[in-house]
């Protein structure tokens, strides 16, 4: 399964962005997402980063915000967040039937 989280960040708050999302990044990685694609956009909404993290189902995506919010840091993390992100939008999906590579047969 996939998530994808589209995150516009407010332009003064990209530094603070960046930084933290690294240690989530990490932090996450240790309960199992990967992160398949990170990029923030050049054309249309500047400032619009996109994520694309693989997980096992559902379930996982659960377990997974709940790492995160028991992080000892939790509280620095939604702090940066508050303040940076002005809209997130998140998804989960599947692979598509004309997915490439070994993803697509799952």
Do not use: C
Not at 81 to 104: D, F, I, K, N, Q
Request: proline share 4%; glycine share 6%.
């Amino acid at each position: 399964m996939f998530m994808q989280s589209t995150i516009d960040v407010a332009s003064d708050q990209t530094a603070a962005f960046n930084e933290l999302m690294a240690e989530i990044v990490a932090h996450q990685a240790t309960h199992g997402w990967r992160l398949v694609a990170a990029f923030v956009q050049i054309t249309g909404d500047l400032g619009t980063y996109v994520d694309v993290w693989e997980m096992d189902d559902a379930a996982h995506f659960e377990r997974g915000l709940a790492a995160l919010r028991s992080h000892p840091d939790f509280a620095r993390f939604r702090k940066v967040l508050s303040s940076a992100v002005r809209h997130e939008t998140v998804v989960l999906g599947l692979p598509a039937p004309y997915s490439a590579g070994p993803r697509a047969a799952r």
